[in-house]
């Protein structure tokens, strides 16, 4: 029996990272997913407990499955990613396009200017924040901004006598005469910042007003301004990686290995440039921060570790950087990831130098960071 077959084959699985790719009995693939333990992974496919309907239809599809191995479960996520979007398996509904993608949009010199959800970048004269990723959240997150910087919900065709959102004071009515047109400017002028990332003021705010709420037993309160804060972070999360990605950093970082050992990282404008497995040696003394006694085989590591340096300088020097800040859709999935995954390293185990866009570092710049941070 196919199944009891493939259970079987998941159960010589090692517990590592890396991708697997489900076949139907033509050998197409028809999933691609990614697990930190393959093992544990493609067994649940197999364990006969329940499942979404979904997924029980893909299993009854499955004749087969194949693996790919990777030191990270970083590297996993990436690899993944890049198959989707490369075979587009039938089960895979997400990662396969662009579409997902969406740009915030905001024109400060319409008659009634709001934030809008537009597709692509450059079609209209305006500023242009983004790409997102295209949800239910990125909807509601526009419309609450819209309405705590009060700006208007309808169009400038349109001519409103009792505007009732005016009426709630959730509105400062561009559309009367008079109104306070520096205070409506003020107001676009945060959610600027506020979408540039240069400031987590409003935030903060709804921190304290939930702490406030908290305190003062209004729970149902304390409740709403919870799910609109975890709106603005869910943006702030976004709006952080895109702006990271475009200030053109240069990361390296370590990550655990496994099956032993670290891997160290060199990115560039959130594009991996090199990776390799430490040699032991440098591996302990960068989890300790500093050699203890002297090493075993001195020349050995002095010579792997040069080798690597060398490997790295190589693989940069055919790094192309662009000057053009602009963001590919294709790249987003890979810059939400990498992201994510900085964010939950410790600052000390990164080394990070920002440069002005289109700029590299020059090979003895590289070279001496690199010499420092592989000890």
């Not at 509601?140 to 001519?159: H, R, T």
């Not at 040069?306 to 950087?321: A, G, M, N, P």
Request: glycine content about 6%; some cysteine.
């Amino acid at each position: 029996m196919i199944e009891e077959r493939l259970k079987e084959k998941a159960k010589q699985l090692p517990l590592l990272p890396g991708v697997y790719l489900m076949k139907d009995n033509l050998g197409n693939i028809i999933y691609v997913g990614k697990s930190k333990a393959l093992k544990r992974r493609v067994s649940s496919y197999f364990s006969g407990s329940k499942k979404p309907s979904k997924v029980m239809r893909m299993v009854r599809c499955i004749c087969d499955f194949e693996v790919r191995y990777t030191d990270t479960e970083l590297e996993a996520l990436l690899l993944e990613c890049r198959l989707i979007k490369e075979i587009k398996p039938l089960y895979n509904k997400l990662l396969k396009q662009d579409h997902r993608y969406r740009y915030l949009y905001l024109n400060p010199e319409e008659k009634r200017p709001r934030l809008k959800l537009v597709r692509e970048k450059g079609e209209k004269k305006g500023l242009y924040f983004g790409p997102y990723e295209r949800g239910s959240t990125l909807y509601e997150g526009m419309q609450l901004l819209n309405q705590i910087y009060q700006l208007p919900d309808c169009k400038a065709s349109e001519i409103k006598e009792n505007c009732l959102t005016y009426r709630r004071r959730q509105c400062l009515g561009p559309c009367k005469a008079p109104y306070d047109e520096e205070g409506f400017k003020g107001q676009l002028e945060k959610v600027i910042y506020f979408l540039e990332d240069k400031t987590h003021d409003l935030v903060a705010q709804y921190e304290n007003k939930m702490q406030e709420a908290a305190l003062a037993l209004e729970f149902e309160k304390a409740q709403k301004l919870k799910e609109e804060w975890q709106l603005l972070k869910g943006l702030q999360f976004k709006k952080e990686a895109v702006e990271l990605a475009k200030a053109n950093q240069l990361v390296i970082f370590t990550l655990e290995v496994p099956k032993g050992g670290k891997k160290l990282f060199v990115m560039q404008s959130y594009a991996i440039v090199h990776s390799a497995i430490l040699p032991n040696e440098t591996a302990n003394a960068l989890s300790e921060n500093r050699l203890k006694g002297r090493l075993k085989n001195q020349t050995k590591g002095i010579q792997e570790k040069e080798r690597l340096i060398q490997e790295i300088l190589q693989k940069y020097d055919t790094l192309q950087v662009s000057k053009d800040t602009c963001l590919d859709k294709e790249r987003m999935d890979e810059i939400y990831i990498l992201h994510g995954c900085l964010k939950h390293i410790e600052e000390t185990k990164q080394v990070v130098r920002n440069l002005e866009p289109g700029e590299k570092l020059t090979q003895r710049e590289l070279e001496e960071i690199l010499r420092q941070y592989i000890q």
